[in-house]
């Protein structure tokens, strides 16, 4: 089976020895995202509803490049410090999907990379 690195200039740059996704076959396995602005370099903490939008956009971009959209992503993973957090964060990624939505989980850990508040990742599918 033949895989393909995807990136996209319009994703924050990875922080370690990984790639924005990787393709193989028709599935697009993309990283977990954060809310790091991929222009600035600056994280988007003002609240978390603003940080999940950010980490949207994110995945969106890679998906863009992977010429995908999120009508094919199958499965997510949320990651977040605060479960507290759950219902605004289920809010603003519920707007990113029209219908159809993926298999998902949600899970609370302890920290996440530069001190985000959430990270996202996603599997998706042409």
Known sequence: MEKKIITSANAPTPIGPYSHSVL???????????AKD???GEMIQT???????????????????????????????????????????????????TTDFPARETVQVVKLPLNANVEISVVAVK
């Open 47 to 97: 609240d978390i509803k603003a940080e999940t939008a950010k980490v949207m956009q994110n995945l969106k971009a890679i998906l863009l490049a992977a010429k995908m959209d999120f009508s094919n992503v199958v499965k997510a993973t949320i990651y977040c410090t605060n479960l507290g957090d759950f219902a605004d964060i289920n809010e603003v990624y519920g707007t990113f999907f």
């Open 38 to 40: 991929a222009a600035t």
């Open 24 to 34: 193989a076959g028709n599935t697009l396995y993309i990283s977990g995202q954060v």
